[in-house]
């Protein structure tokens, strides 16, 4: 079957599995914060309609700035792209023919990038405590010219050790193959930002995304933090304009509100603590998340299609994943969502046992 590479498109994925989609659905299989934009979106949004009559600033200066500022860093270590997707396709340029390192499961676009400028692919495995086998990584690295780590990890939600990921910098600091750490959910954790340590790695190379936190994934816009001559490299891969006008005025105001993601990260945790309680009262299995989202399991199923079938047919829509290798269909992603919505899934799983 066709399976949707993404979360998010749940018509393709009715059509795909032949079921006739209700109508009414809630869609668990999108990681973006469930409250929606900030409000200063809603109240400047028309003023910014002038914009799309004229090109928007080629390097975005203005958002460069803030977000040097915000990070710590010198503007020209910062790299905007139309989403973090689009700065993956600019590594998968930078190393193209290379062989690069996946540390599974992971985001999808880096084997998707990597395979279109023809990398030599190898994986390196999570263990199921989410322990990263940081020896068997440095080992295969060694001709490697990048290693892609996400964490949190996308999709189990899980934060790596940060004793573990400074202990594999330390051990490539002197090879040749750059480090690529992606934070596109980092701001759900508040936790430690390896962007830090950018001055101390300098194969270091930090993803963000600016979409997931700000619920503005239809604008896309995300950045790469580096050091000043590898950001240089990869900036030459930028299309010019690849960053709309009215993305760029959204971040420019999100990014002056700093209690938003706060105030988010606080209902979110409340949310999903609330949810991993019950799940647990109800013997599912899930996985330790400190994001908005989290892997979940039916324990009585190896395959968990037929849940996610029986939850289709109710509407509700949780992310398959057959395409993350080492999972292979054994686990659903599902999101942390409003408190109504989550009641929702609670009610359909409680049905699935029943019916069971």
């Given at each position: 079957m066709n399976?949707?590479a993404?979360?998010s498109n749940?018509a393709h994925?009715y059509?795909q599995?032949?079921i006739e989609q209700p ?6 299989s999108v ?10 979106i809603k109240?400047?949004?028309m ?11 080629p390097?975005?200066k203005?958002?460069t700035?803030q977000i040097a500022q ?6 020209h270590q ?6 973090a997707?689009?700065v ?6 930078l190393?193209?023919?290379?062989k690069?390192?996946?540390v599974?499961p992971a985001?999808?676009?880096?084997e998707?990038?990597?395979r279109?400028y023809?990398?030599e692919i ?6 199921e405590t ?6 068997e990584?440095v080992?295969?690295?060694?001709g490697?010219?990048?290693i892609?780590?996400c964490?949190?990890n996308n ?12 202990q ?18 980092y ?12 001055h101390k790695y ?6 963000r ?8 994934a239809?604008?896309r816009?995300g950045?790469l933090?580096?050091s000043?001559a590898v950001?240089?490299r990869?900036a ?7 960053v709309n ?7 420019e105001a999100?990014l002056?509100?700093?209690s938003?993601a706060?105030?988010?990260?606080q209902?979110i945790a409340e949310?999903?603590n609330?949810m991993?309680?019950w799940?647990?009262r ?12 989290y892997l979940?399991?039916d ?16 509407g ?6 057959y395409?993350?290798?080492?999972l292979?269909g054994?686990w ?7 408190k109504e919505e989550?009641?929702k ?5 409680i049905q699935?046992?029943k019916?069971?």
């Amino acid at each position: 079957m066709n399976w949707p590479a993404h979360g998010s498109n749940p018509a393709h994925l009715y059509e795909q599995l032949q079921i006739e989609q209700p109508e009414s659905i809630i869609d668990f299989s999108v990681n973006v914060n469930p409250y929606g934009p900030p409000q200063v979106i809603k109240e400047k949004w028309m003023s910014w309609l002038a914009d799309v009559s004229d090109y928007p600033d080629p390097y975005g200066k203005t958002v460069t700035k803030q977000i040097a500022q915000h990070d710590q860093v010198d503007e020209h270590q910062v790299v905007l792209g139309n989403g973090a997707a689009e700065v993956i396709q600019f590594l998968g340029q930078l190393w193209s023919r290379q062989k690069v390192i996946l540390v599974q499961p992971a985001f999808s676009e880096y084997e998707t990038a990597c395979r279109v400028y023809e990398c030599e692919i190898d994986y390196s495995f999570v263990n199921e405590t989410g322990s990263l086998p940081v020896d068997e990584i440095v080992n295969k690295a060694q001709g490697a010219s990048a290693i892609f780590i996400c964490t949190p990890n996308n999709p189990s939600g899980i934060a790596f050790s940060t004793k573990e990921m400074i202990q594999l910098l330390e051990q490539l600091k002197n090879s040749r193959c750059y480090v690529v750490i992606d934070e596109a959910f980092y701001d759900f954790a508040g936790s430690f930002t390896f962007a830090s340590l950018l001055h101390k790695y300098p194969q270091l190379i930090v993803l963000r995304s600016l979409t997931k936190m700000y619920a503005i994934a239809g604008l896309r816009i995300g950045y790469l933090l580096a050091s000043e001559a590898v950001a240089t490299r990869i900036a030459r891969f930028r299309p010019h304009w690849n960053v709309n006008a009215l993305a760029l005025r959204a971040v420019e105001a999100v990014l002056t509100d700093s209690s938003f993601a706060e105030r988010s990260r606080q209902k979110i945790a409340e949310e999903r603590n609330r949810m991993f309680e019950w799940l647990e009262r109800e013997q599912f299995n899930f996985t330790r998340s400190v994001v908005n989202f989290y892997l979940l399991r039916d324990p009585a199923l190896e395959d968990q299609k037929p849940l996610l079938l029986f939850l289709l047919k109710k509407g509700i829509i949780l992310r398959h994943t057959y395409n993350y290798p080492g999972l292979n269909g054994k686990w659903l992603r599902t999101a942390v969502k409003t408190k109504e919505e989550n009641n929702k899934l609670k009610e359909a799983l409680i049905q699935w046992k029943k019916q069971r």
